[in-house]
Nanobody, 121 residues
Framework: QVQLAESGGGLVQPGGSLRLSCAAS????????MGWYRQVPGKERELVAI?????????????DYADSVKGRFTISGDNAKNTVYLQMNSLKVEDTAVYYC?????????WGQGIQVTVSS
């Protein structure tokens, strides 16, 4: 079965940037929709960014974002590379969380195991 693995997290200072990657171990063939979520201890997992592919092929997507990250985060996907990305700029302490990737393809939807992002001075 397809498995997702996030990478690119870690520690960054406020105002800095990180790019998260979400790579599939098996070929999804077509990323129809994608999303990034985040969760902090004791809180419900929240949607950060979503993307829905334009047309039936290619790597162009409609995207939308939570108000808290709008203008700072960008979601993208690459079908050929079986990879989803989240570019995070102007990071704030409040962005500290475990980030999860979700991808929907012809065979279903899949979740990554999560990766820690810590924003601290």
């Amino acid at each position: 079965q397809v498995q997702l693995a996030e990478s690119g997290g870690g520690l960054v200072q406020p105002g800095g940037s990180l790019r998260l990657s979400c790579a599939a171990s098996g070929r999804i063939f077509s990323i129809n929709a994608m999303g990034w979520y985040r969760q902090v201890p004791g809180k419900e997992r929240e949607l950060v960014a979503i993307g829905t592919r334009i047309g039936t092929s290619g790597s162009s997507y409609y995207s939308d974002y939570a108000d808290s990250v709008k203008g700072r985060f960008t979601i993208s996907g690459d079908n050929a590379k079986n990879t989803v990305y989240l570019q995070m700029n102007s990071l704030k302490v409040e962005d500290t969380a475990v980030y999860y990737c979700n991808v929907q393809g012809p065979g279903g939807h899949y979740w990554g195991q999560g990766i820690q992002v810590t924003v601290s001075s």
